[in-house]
């Protein structure tokens, strides 16, 4: 079954700091990967993604993710975050023929002005 | 695009009662799908939708579950004698169809289900 592993839980970063969390999924076929950023009483929005082509991705807010097929991985990374980035980061993906999505557990980042 | 709305936003229930939700999805978006989300965890998939047509349940989905898509527009989902365990956030999410971005979903606000 497919499946998607966060490895950080909960994240505390200071302003500036650089930012890196972890994802890794099982799934021996193509895969399509996101990751969904969820603001502090906001709804679920998609950050970025990767289908095909270039594994470096941009998304928004200066979000970039990195998808290494060998390693079943795709890291986001921001190098200098904001106190506005405070928030739960979800990687997810999808596989499956009708399109569902398999999330991780999610990290939650909190970041110090 | 006014996005995906749900309604209620808020559920409290005593167990034992059935609840009902609502999603609009966008408009032109022919594909929905339903999750649930608990403490601590992921958004878990439970049931999706083509048009009207449900066309794939998760085993999360107990019998005590209805959805339903009249006329491929808005979508319902029913749950049954609720139980505590049905406590979660349940979220809708929809996507086009067409080849432009097949799988970028786009999320609800969700309804905060409480069973007390």
């Known amino acids: 079954a497919q499946s998607v592993s966060q490895h950080n839980h909960h994240v505390i970063l200071s302003e500036a700091a650089s930012l890196e969390l972890g994802c890794n999924y099982s799934y021996g076929g193509t895969v399509n990967l996101f990751w969904y950023v969820q603001y502090p009483g906001q709804h679920l929005q998609l950050l970025l993604k990767?289908?095909?082509?270039?594994?470096l991705v941009k998304g928004i807010k200066g979000f970039e993710a990195e998808f290494i097929k060998s390693k079943f991985s795709f890291n986001l990374r921001k190098p200098s975050v904001q106190w506005s980035d405070t928030a739960e980061y979800f990687c997810?993906?999808?596989?499956?023929?009708?399109?569902?999505?398999?999330f991780g557990k999610g990290t939650k980042l909190s970041v110090k002005p | 695009d006014t996005g995906v709305s749900q309604d209620p936003r808020h559920k409290i229930t005593k167990r034992g009662q059935n609840v009902t939700f609502r999603c609009d999805p966008i408009?032109?978006?022919?594909?929905l799908y339903w999750y649930r989300q608990t403490l601590g965890q992921g958004p878990e998939f439970l049931t999706y939708f083509q048009n009207e047509a449900q066309l794939e349940k998760s085993r999360l989905l107990s019998d005590r579950f209805s959805a339903e898509r009249p006329k491929g527009s808005f979508s319902t989902l029913e749950i049954q004698r609720t139980e505590q365990g049905d406590s979660a956030m349940y979220l809708c999410a929809s996507r086009s169809g067409s080849a432009g971005s097949p799988y970028e979903q786009y999320f609800g606000p969700g309804t905060r289900l409480t069973v007390t």
């Open positions: 990767y289908f095909s082509g270039d594994p």
């Open positions: 997810a993906v999808n596989g499956g023929s009708q399109g569902n999505l398999i």
């Open positions: 408009s032109e978006h022919n594909r």
